[in-house]
Nanobody
Framework: QAPLVESGGGLAQPGESLRLSCLPS????????MAWYRQGSGKQRELVAA???????MYADAVKGRFTISRDSEKKTVDLQMNSLKPEDTAVYYC?????????????????WGQGTQVTVSS
């Protein structure tokens, strides 16, 4: 199975922006719901945002209004635009390919992860 290739991330000051990109295989991009998770130091991995091939989107409360998840049909990537970054956004961010299962919390993650990319927000 082709890996999920992540790019972006890095160091930002509070209030600045960063953009993450995840490149799955063409099949995964066409079929799977996709998500971004993050894991801060000493914390559990948490869902940040998810999107289906049909465009349904969900966000964690902590990032609503600041982060935007999107699908680029030309590049076949799933992107996470992160604006108004805060120190508490510091984490390793992971791309995940999963499934839409319906209901309020409709994203069902799988064991198919990217390698992770570090995001550090600090002044």
């Amino acid at each position: 199975q082709a890996p999920l290739v992540e790019s972006g991330g890095g160091l930002a000051q509070p209030g600045e922006s960063l953009r993450l990109s995840c490149l799955p295989s063409a099949t995964v991009f066409r079929v799977n719901a996709m998500a971004w998770y993050r894991q801060g130091s000493g914390k559990q991995r948490e869902l940040v945002a998810a999107i289906t091939p049909g465009g349904s989107i969900m966000y964690a409360d902590a990032v609503k209004g600041r982060f935007t998840i999107s699908r680029d049909s030309e590049k076949k990537t799933v992107d996470l635009q992160m604006n108004s970054l805060k120190p508490e956004d510091t984490a390793v961010y992971y791309c995940n390919a999963g499934f839409y299962v319906g209901g309020t919390n409709w994203y069902d993650g799988s064991d198919f992860w990217g390698q992770g990319t570090q995001v550090t927000v600090s002044s």
